[in-house]
C-alpha cells in the first residue's frame, strides 16, 4: 500500500521522539532548579547555531533546485532563521551579555555537534531524506521552546521580548509544515526519498540535539 507524505512525516516523529527523561536540562529549567548561567549560555551558542542552520538550509535549497518543492521547503527554513537571529537580542541583554561577550565565546563542542551535523548534512544528503529527519526533530526542538519560555516567565523573572525566541519556536509554522508534506510527496512520486537514511538522520539529529542541552549545563 502507498503511504502519504502525511503518514511517512508522522512516523518520523514518533519514531524518532526523544525516549522519556533523555533530556535532562529541560525539565531542571520547568522546575525552576537550573541556574540562571544556563540561559546566557543558550544565547551565545544559538548566535552560532541560527547563522550556522541558516547557511545550511539555504545550501540545501540551492542542492534541491532541480526540486521545487524541496527547495522551498529549506528556503522557508533558512528566511525563519533570519526571522529567529534577532529575537536572541532580547534574551542576551536579560541575561547581561553584549557584543563583546557575543564576540568573545568560545562555543562549546557538545553545543555546536548539532549545526556541525547540519553542515554536514547540506553537503552529503538527499535533500528530502534531510526534510524528513529535519521535521521530526523540529517536533521535539518545539516542546523543548515552549516548557522553557513558559518556565522562564514563571521561575525566573524574563519578560515577553526575552522569551521571544523560545515564543517563536515553540509556535505553529503551518507553512514550514505545508512545505515539508510538499517535499515528501514530491520525494515519494520521484523515488528520492530513502526512509531508512532519513530515519537514521533524524537519530543523530535528536542526539546532538540532546547533547546541546547537555552542552549548556557543563562548564
Do not use: K
Not at 64 to 93: H, N
Not at 109 to 131: R, T
Amino acid at each position: 500500500m502507498t503511504r502519504t507524505a502525511q503518514e511517512v512525516l508522522a512516523e518520523a516523529v514518533r519514531g524518532l521522539a526523544p525516549a522519556e527523561g533523555a533530556n535532562r536540562l529541560v525539565p531542571r529549567i520547568a522546575a525552576g532548579e537550573a541556574p540562571r548561567e544556563v540561559f546566557a549560555a543558550f544565547a551565545l551558542e544559538q548566535h552560532r547555531i541560527i547563522t550556522s542552520d541558516r547557511r545550511s538550509f539555504a545550501h540545501l535549497a540551492g542542492r534541491a533546485a532541480g526540486d521545487p518543492a524541496a527547495a522551498r521547503f529549506f528556503e522557508s527554513l533558512a528566511q525563519g532563521e533570519d526571522l529567529a537571529l534577532p529575537l536572541l537580542d532580547p534574551l542576551a541583554l536579560a541575561c547581561g551579555l553584549d557584543e563583546e561577550a557575543l564576540r568573545d565565546h568560545e562555543p562549546r563542542p557538545a553545543c555546536q555537534a548539532y549545526p556541525s551535523y547540519v553542515a554536514w548534512l547540506a553537503l552529503n544528503a538527499e535533500p528530502v531524506d534531510v526534510a524528513v529527519a529535519l521535521t521530526a526533530n523540529f517536533a521535539a526542538w518545539g516542546g523543548y521552546c515552549a516548557t522553557v519560555g513558559a518556565a522562564l516567565r514563571e521561575h525566573y523573572g524574563f519578560d515577553n521580548p526575552a522569551c521571544g525566541f523560545f515564543d517563536f519556536f515553540a509556535g505553529p509554522a503551518p507553512e514550514v509544515e505545508e512545505r515539508s508534506v510538499e517535499a515528501v510527496e514530491a520525494g515519494l512520486a520521484n523515488g528520492r526519498l530513502s526512509e531508512p537514511l532519513a530515519h537514521r538522520y533524524g537519530r543523530l539529529l535528536q542526539a546532538y540535539e540532546l547533547m546541546f542541552w547537555d552542552g549548556l549545563a557543563v562548564r
